[in-house]
């Protein structure tokens, strides 16, 4: 079974910093979703990345999908306290219709 | 916009007893799952749904879960004789079914939060 790494687990910053997490596996991915997650709601789909070295920015955020498409960075410029929550990466297992997600990053932007 | 609607929000039960949790995923969305998530804990998937029936399933998705499109908008989760294990947040999600760059964009509802006792 594949399985996804992220890290760190837990990350606290002071709003204005920047930031990097990380998520990997052994194994190649056809393509890897990231996801926002707060307290008490569920996932929200950030973006899909799907090329081998593909970036993709959605305002603050840059998501890179490594060139061996094995793993994928979610980098944060200038973290704001809205930023807080849980982020998850979830790849599509063998081409079906059942997503696994990582453990996630919880991110804490203190004002 | 179109959402995923979940109710109840949150759920008390008594181990033993049998509840059922109900999803209103987007209307013309085809593919409907559900997935929870033990406090704490990863996401983790339970069942897909197509078609009127089970396209996969997980291990953990045994005999006492089952999964029921009532009719035209309801997708339910029912949980036959609940277990202390079972307390989770339980979330529904969909998909067109239209794949965007091989990968298919789900929609998550809220999440029903069920607490066994």
Known sequence: TQLLEQSPQFLSIQEGENLTVYCNSSSVFSSLQWYRQEPGEGPVLLVTVVTGGEVKKLKRLTFQFGDARKDSSLHITAAQPGDTGLYLCAFRENYGQNFVFGPGTRLSVLP | ?117
């Open chain 2, 1 to 117: 916009e179109p959402e995923v609607t979940q109710t109840p929000s949150h759920q008390v039960t008594q181990m033993g007893q049998e509840v059922i949790l109900r999803c209103v995923p987007i209307s013309n969305h085809l593919y409907f799952y559900w997935y929870r998530q033990i406090l704490g804990q990863k996401v983790e998937f339970l069942v897909s749904f197509y078609n009127n029936e089970i396209s996969e399933k997980s291990e953990i998705f045994d005999d006492q879960f089952s999964v029921e499109r009532p009719d035209g908008s309801n997708f339910t989760l029912k949980i036959r004789s609940t277990k202390l294990e079972d307390s989770a947040m339980y979330f529904c999600a969909s998909t067109s079914g239209r794949l965007l760059g091989r990968s298919y964009e789900q929609y998550f509802g809220p999440g029903t939060r069920l607490t066994v006792t």
